[in-house]
């Protein structure tokens, strides 16, 4: 649809009253005011859990229903951290206690089975109803199984953890690496792009190294990579060098790091340059949008779900936002940071269109902090605005941390990295 | 008073973006948002929705309402031409930082001044 308009023609629009109903931006509640003002938001993680407390937070006359089946929600960011022995499990954990106590969320401990688009309601496994006069959608992301052969949910709960989501899988590849021999190998296995958390396995390696070099110094980290290059690659390659010189190999997808069947038994990956056997062995399976979005009807072709960039309201389902990983935010990167933007962003543009009023023109945020070691910290960031392409990157801005950076200005990053973990945390679940 | 001459300044800085949607950056609200702002004698200032839209971005590593809790100052309780400055000074490069260079490249002057108004009014709220 965006597509289809000049830049002028699109400008045009969202300045005149009929931009709402020519993009989809009023969605269902296209009458003026809102009688009731009732959302549901699914998911309590980064995107859903700041939508819901700014919902609160910018109207108070808004009625606020978070289902989310986690009574403790552990979060991916700093999950590496933990890998590396810097963190432990109950610095990572988040509650809804001052959701529910505070903002006065009503969160209800449950898993959304369906939608109903038309009836305005979902369902949940209890067989509980709700219904909404708006909802926001954040189920984060689901795993695509048989994108490597042999691989599977259950070879992940048992001898192969992904740990991209954080938790239980956090806490067996930690046992899977404290229970190694020195000497052992350990494989990370990262999938092609889009996927959550970009510079993610990168981290992982590093803060793995960290560990290893204290404990286990003559093991050693194969990445086998599903892409030709990563996120913050420079950065990542001197700071391997300098950190863990010899620990961390990397292999691009050419150069046999493409997995293409993994054997859980034999404790094996094979690429096209043959079968490798390791000891610890990471696979991240490539990754679609939550199952509930795939259910109803959120996702197109690609496997992510398109938004109207003003709202995050849904292309296909007016009334329904769907932010976070799920959504397909143009040149964004899946991060708990653009998550937590966009339930802001998306937040903000519901309490207007309840008001009958034309949401704001947003600007949408992301800062991503890798940690190398405990005093070695890298950043990329990023802005982001509207234009009649949809969310693209401002090119003057963002960037990453200087590759000539000195240590003073890494160890800063690192204090900064930890700073960011606080305060996201507190603006998002305190 | 100075909160009054802030808000006047924030609709200057509004029909400016308005005349300036020829750069291809939307600035829907821009019109649309003119009225609240007429409204400067209310004891609570309303605040611009786009001055806020575009604020919710900091809160994410400045905190809720710009109250820190960590090593990342807070931007809450300071005046709006001190953050108006700061920001510019970031956007410049005249002030050295590790990130917030890379982050103030990203906003044209208005929209500095509509995040630093916006956090102002917040402080000046809650007093
Ligand atoms: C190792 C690792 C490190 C990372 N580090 C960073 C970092 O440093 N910085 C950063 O910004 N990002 C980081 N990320 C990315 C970040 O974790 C995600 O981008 C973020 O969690 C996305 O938020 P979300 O709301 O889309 O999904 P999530 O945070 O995953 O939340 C989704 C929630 O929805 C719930 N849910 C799903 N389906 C349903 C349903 N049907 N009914 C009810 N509830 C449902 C789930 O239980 C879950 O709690 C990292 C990721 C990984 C894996």
């Not at chain 1, 009253?17 to 009688?35: P, Q």
């Not at chain 1, 390696?205 to 990563?230: G, M, T, V, W």
């Amino acid at each position: 649809m965006l597509q289809k308009l000049t830049r002028r023609d699109f400008n045009k629009l969202l300045l005149s009253g009929v931009a709402g109903s020519a993009l989809g931006l009023f969605g269902k509640s296209n009458t003026a005011f809102a009688s009731t003002k009732r959302v549901v938001v699914i998911g309590g993680g980064f995107g859903g859990a700041a939508a819901a407390k700014y919902l609160r937070k910018l109207d108070p006359s808004i009625a606020v229903t978070l289902v989310e089946p986690k009574a403790i929600f552990y979060t991916c960011p700093f999950s590496n951290w933990v890998l590396g022995g810097l963190k432990t499990m109950e610095d990572i954990a988040h509650t809804y206690t001052v959701l529910k106590n505070k903002y006065q969320i009503n969160i209800v401990s449950d898993v959304v089975t369906s939608i109903d688009v038309t009836k305005g309601t979902v369902k949940l496994k209890s067989g509980n109803v709700l219904s909404y006069d708006r909802l926001v959608v954040s189920p984060g992301i689901d795993f695509k199984w048989d994108s490597i052969g042999g691989y599977s949910e259950s070879v992940a709960n048992s001898k192969m953890p992904h740990s991209w989501h954080a938790g239980p899988q956090t806490i067996l590849l930690h046992k899977q690496l404290l229970g190694m021999r020195d000497g052992g190998n350990v494989f990370i296995c990262p999938p092609a792009n889009p996927f959550r958390c970009p510079p993610g396995p990168y981290e992982r390696a590093s803060l793995i190294a960290y560990y290893l070099k204290e404990h286990k110094p003559k093991s050693k980290i194969i990445i086998f990579d599903a892409k030709e290059n990563f996120s913050k690659q420079e950065l990542f390659k001197k700071g391997w060098e300098r950190l863990y010189p010899g620990m961390i190999e990397w292999r691009s997808s050419a150069m046999g790091g493409k997995v293409s069947r993994v054997d859980a038994g034999a404790m094996t990956v094979t690429t096209e340059f043959g079968v490798e056997k390791g000891d610890v062995i990471n696979v991240i399976p490539a990754q679609k949008a939550g199952k509930i979005a795939f259910d109803a009807g959120l996702t197109d072709a690609t496997g992510w779900c398109p938004i109207n960039p003003v709202s995050f309201e849904s292309t296909i389902h007016p009334g329904i936002h769907v932010i976070g990983d799920a959504s397909f935010a143009g040149a964004m990167p899946k991060s708990g940071f653009a998550a937590s933007s966009q339930g802001k962003v998306a937040a903000a543009a519901i309490v207007r269109l309840f008001q009958g009023k034309v949401p704001a023109a947003p600007s949408l945020v992301n800062t991503c902090y890798s940690l190398l070691a405990p005093k070695y910290g890298i950043s990329v960031a990023g802005v982001y605005k509207l234009t009649v392409e949809g969310i693209v990157e401002i090119k003057e801005a963002g960037g990453l941390t200087p590759i000539n950076a000195d240590d003073d200005q890494l160890r800063e990053e690192a204090l900064f990295a930890e700073g960011w973990y606080k305060n996201i945390s507190l603006d998002t679940w305190g | 008073m100075v909160l009054k001459l802030g808000i006047r300044l924030a609709v200057c800085a509004l029909s400016l973006m308005v005349i300036a949607t020829g750069s291809g950056i939307l600035s829907a609200a821009g019109r649309v948002s003119s009225k609240p702002e007429g409204q400067v004698h209310s004891q609570k200032a309303e605040f611009n929705p786009r001055g806020q839209v575009l604020a919710l971005s900091c809160t994410s590593c400045h905190g809720t309402d710009g109250k820190s809790a960590g090593i990342i100052p807070s931007i809450y309780g300071r005046s709006a031409v001190y953050l108006e400055t700061a920001l510019k000074a970031f956007k410049s490069g005249a002030r050295y930082s590790t990130v917030m260079s890379r982050h103030a490249k990203g906003y044209s002057d208005e929209e500095l001044r509509l995040i630093s108004e916006y956090f102002a009014m917040i402080s000046h709220n809650h007093k």
